[in-house]
């Protein structure tokens, strides 16, 4: 019965419908029909359509860190299985002389080869202070750079494959600074939605002060060029047990439940890499 009085729009806000007076013939009672069927079809899908929240500006500018301009590089290197040993060897030679070249407005945040997770794989992250300038200043010095340009070839000879992604940093996440180890680091990346990293910046800005007493959270950014809507979260350990026990205790800290369970939905796929640093890494 609901269901007739709605189709024939006697509620409140519906649209009111023509009667077909006596006589009408077939062709023009068909069109009534028509006209009736478009109106009902447009007035029910305005009940279920989504209003869109309009936003004043990018999610980036609302995400990231305004005290800094810095960008960060996510680089995976997928390197030949026989060629691993040679790889770190020869990225412990090449890639300190940029980080410490004071003309270079970059930083070797960390380097590391993925223990769990893609075998035989590479990850390193830069920051560029300064953004995008920086990022250009400093890839126009380096193809002018003889050895750099050497290093690229070696390097390009030992690898399968390579991807990389431009990041910035959440504004409510620690800051990336060198540490002390031995540590392993966990690197975990999450595919969002579209339309929900807002959403996500929003839960996790109350989320992190749960995951603060070990000193744990080393970073968390997220992408802007290259896979897009990507998020990542770097955290460090003393070894796989330590992880687990803190990542257990989270879960007996009233709330953690409940961010975890709004954000869950948001995620199209995620990843979980283990990693352990390099020696010339700054973050050990």
């Not at 960390?110 to 769990?116: A, K, L, S």
């Not at 126009?140 to 003889?146: A, C, G, P, T």
Request: some cysteine; overall charge positive; glycine content about 6%.
């Amino acid at each position: 019965m609901a269901a007739r009085v709605l189709l024939r729009g006697s509620l409140a806000g519906a649209p009111a419908l023509p009667r077909l007076q006596p006589g009408t013939g077939p062709a023009l009672r068909g069109l009534g029909c028509s006209a009736r069927s478009a109106r009902e079809d447009s007035w029910l899908k305005s009940l279920f359509v989504r209003k869109v929240d309009p936003r004043k500006d990018a999610h980036s500018n609302l995400l990231a860190k305004r005290e800094t301009s810095s960008l960060y590089k996510l680089q995976f290197h997928n390197v030949k299985p026989e060629c691993l040993e040679a790889y770190n060897k020869l990225c412990q030679e090449v890639l300190p002389k940029i980080h410490e070249e004071k003309h270079y407005p970059c930083a070797l945040v960390g380097t590391w080869n993925t223990w769990y997770g893609e075998q035989d794989q590479a990850v390193h992250l830069w920051r560029y202070e300064g953004g995008y300038p920086a990022l250009n200043e400093v890839m126009s010095k380096l193809r002018q750079n003889k050895e750099f340009t050497e290093f690229r070839k070696e390097r390009g000879n030992m690898l399968l494959s390579r991807k990389n992604q431009l990041l910035l940093e959440f504004s409510f996440w620690n800051e990336p600074v060198p540490r002390d180890g031995p540590n392993i680091y966990e690197l975990r990346s999450y595919q969002l939605r579209p339309g929900t990293m807002i959403e996500w910046g929003n839960y996790w800005a109350r989320a992190i002060r749960f995951r603060q007493d070990s000193n744990e959270a080393v970073g968390g950014f997220f992408s802007q060029i290259g896979q897009l809507y990507m998020v990542h979260h770097l955290w460090a350990y003393k070894d796989l047990q330590t992880r687990e026990d803190i990542r257990n205790a989270a879960w007996h800290k009233p709330g953690w439940d409940e961010l975890v369970y709004y954000t869950v939905p948001l995620i199209q796929e995620m990843e979980s890499r283990i990693m352990i640093p390099l020696k010339i890494s700054p973050l050990q």
